[in-house]
């Protein structure tokens, strides 16, 4: 039954509607289109127990003031940028990893074919974005809304 139900919703069918937690992925989904994070995009939605919207979010560099950057203000966003500053500082590690063990004639792309199995690869810590789900409390806070 899931997999009509799917379609039904994906191809609009008319008598069919979404449930609250539908909609609300679906909010979420949305509002992560408009993230311009090079390695992935996130969205969030935090709704009441109405499943009213009270707020969305999306990992995108925060600005100072508040809120963050849109395709309006590219400057500050790594897409703008031309690169993922968490890429950036992992390939740093990598660099002061091959001089601690003396292996500088090793190319980049040999150190990442080695050092994919460790984990190091896949940290998401360095990014400058916020995450989704932090800017949606945060635009809570800035409106003055509250989940009750």
Known sequence: ????????LVFGCPTMTPTPEEQ??????????????L????????VDSYA???????NE???FGGGQY???????????????SNEQEKNE??????????KEDLTLEEAHTILKPTGLLDITEF?????????AVLACARMGRSGS
Not at 1 to 8: C, D, E, S
Not at 24 to 37: E, K, N, P, Q, T
Not at 93 to 98: A, C, D, N, R, S
């Open 1 to 8: 039954m899931k997999i009509p139900r799917f379609l039904g």
């Open 24 to 37: 609300a992925i679906f909010m979420a989904y949305s509002a992560s289109l408009r993230s311009g994070d």
């Open 39 to 46: 390695s992935r995009q996130v969205g969030a939605a935090i």
């Open 52 to 58: 009213d919207l009270i707020s969305v979010g999306c």
């Open 61 to 63: 560099v925060p600005k």
């Open 70 to 84: 849109g395709p309006e203000e590219g400057n500050g966003r790594d897409i703008s940028r031309k690169y993922d």
């Open 93 to 102: 590690m990598i660099g002061k990893i091959l001089k601690a063990f003396a």
């Open 127 to 135: 990014g400058r974005p916020v995450h989704a789900e932090m800017e």
